[in-house]
């Protein structure tokens, strides 16, 4: 383990989540989307703690786009009313986070599922 991440604490850092627990971090954000299946257009609203800050995250349904022969979701979201990103997720039982992206100072990042493949009972 490196010297920096011991002293960031990050192995000592625990929290347990409770039904109503309107805290998230960005990995139970991301596992709380994919249970949300709002209709086109539909928003809704949480709270994400990343690095010690707590921001609103704003989101939006937009709806549903082919990607690669994959059935995605797309969400667009702004992060404290002036970080904008998307994220596309599987819309079958499975909710696979597949596609994600955003724009930085640098330029854009993006993260993308290189293989997933529908199960085939669904």
Not at 63 to 78: F, I, N, S, W, Y
Not at 88 to 101: G, T
């Amino acid at each position: 383990m490196g010297r920096a991440r011991r002293q960031k604490g990050h192995d000592n850092s625990k929290h347990t989540w409770h039904e109503g627990d309107e805290r998230q971090d960005v990995h139970s954000a991301v596992v709380a989307l994919r249970g949300w299946r709002g209709a086109v257009g539909e928003r809704t609203e949480m709270n994400v703690s990343v690095a010690g800050g707590h921001f609103p995250v704003a989101l939006v349904n937009a709806g549903r786009e082919k990607l690669e022969g994959r059935p995605p979701c797309a969400t667009t979201a702004t992060a404290h009313g002036e970080f904008h990103f998307s994220f596309w997720i599987s819309d079958d039982l499975a909710r696979v986070p597949l596609k994600f992206r955003t724009e930085s100072v640098l330029g854009e990042i993006g993260i993308d599922l290189v293989d997933y493949q529908v199960p085939r009972d669904h």
